[in-house]
């Protein structure tokens, strides 16, 4: 097994930090992404986007790739990044609607995939789907989140991982680990104030979490006195088809 590289983070919360840290693409990613290109013998081969959404790494690949598709589950998200890729005039991505989980890649793309991506959109599935369409070394590059993310609302995020068993579930899917960086930042607070209303000031992942109990788990904790959380916690892999 490759060793698990740690990178945790400790840090008073500054006002700038709200509940959108989570969704923050870290910059060892994308030096993985760019420097598997070279190795991937490209043109005119393609790179996939597993679960786009707004195609933040998309757009990026597209500048130094000859093909980029993203695929993503929501339909009014990949309307509204297909409307901004033809507003900007980048004509080498694509943006469809399709479920990952039970979708066959290469009928997506039409011909063979030289590199397959994905931020924070992870699951056995698609660990299983990027195995077959991808052919022996080439990469799979992408991040998800650790268990121990939000730990203070009382529950794992959906297809959240612990390092092991990631690791476990890559290399039985025929994937070697070349590296694997556990990334979290825990944000200290003063006051429940900061905790409640600063951070969580745009209100979508609030709304979400009272739809399913978390918050009151959430406002629970910081009532008995919690003043830390675990805002952002991600496993970022870099891997090869064996
Ligand atoms: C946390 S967002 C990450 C979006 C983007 N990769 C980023 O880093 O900004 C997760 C994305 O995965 C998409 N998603 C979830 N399940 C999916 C599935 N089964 N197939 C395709 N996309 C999926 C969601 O619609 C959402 O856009």
């Known amino acids: 097994m490759t060793e698990v590289k740690i990178d945790s983070v400790n840090r008073p919360w500054v006002t700038s930090d709200t509940a959108a840290l989570h969704c923050t693409v870290s910059p060892r990613l994308l030096a993985w992404v760019e420097d598997s290109v070279p190795v991937s013998s490209f043109t ?3 790179v ?9 790494l998309t757009f990026h690949l597209a500048k130094i790739v000859p093909r980029v598709v993203g695929i993503d589950l929501s339909e009014s ?7 901004k890729a033809r507003d900007l005039g980048i004509e080498n991505v694509e943006f469809l609607v399709a479920d990952a989980e039970r979708t066959d890649y290469r009928t997506i793309t039409g011909e063979p995939i030289r590199m397959i991506v994905a931020t924070l959109c992870m699951s056995d599935a698609i660990i299983l ?9 080439f990469p799979f590059v992408f991040s998800c989140i650790e268990s ?3 730990q203070e609302s009382g529950r794992s995020p959906r297809f959240a991982y612990e390092a092991e068993v990631l690791q476990h579930r890559l ?6 680990v070349l590296d694997l960086w556990l990334e979290r930042e825990t944000l200290e607070f003063e006051t429940a104030d900061q905790m409640i209303d600063d951070f969580f ?3 979508s992942l609030k709304g979400r979490w009272h739809k399913d109990g978390r918050w009151k788990t959430y406002v629970d904790y910081v009532k008995a006195g919690g003043r830390t959380f675990t805002a952002r916690s991600h496993l970022l892999v870099n891997t090869r088809k064996g």
């Open 201 to 203: 000031d745009d209100g």
């Open 148 to 150: 121990q993310q939000w």
């Open 129 to 137: 789907r990027s195995s077959k369409a991808l052919e022996q070394g």
């Open 171 to 176: 290399e039985t899917s025929g994937f070697e």
């Open 48 to 56: 996939l986007d597993v679960g786009c959404g707004s195609g933040g």
């Open 77 to 83: 998200l990949i309307r509204e990044t297909a409307d």
């Open 44 to 46: 005119p081969r393609v």
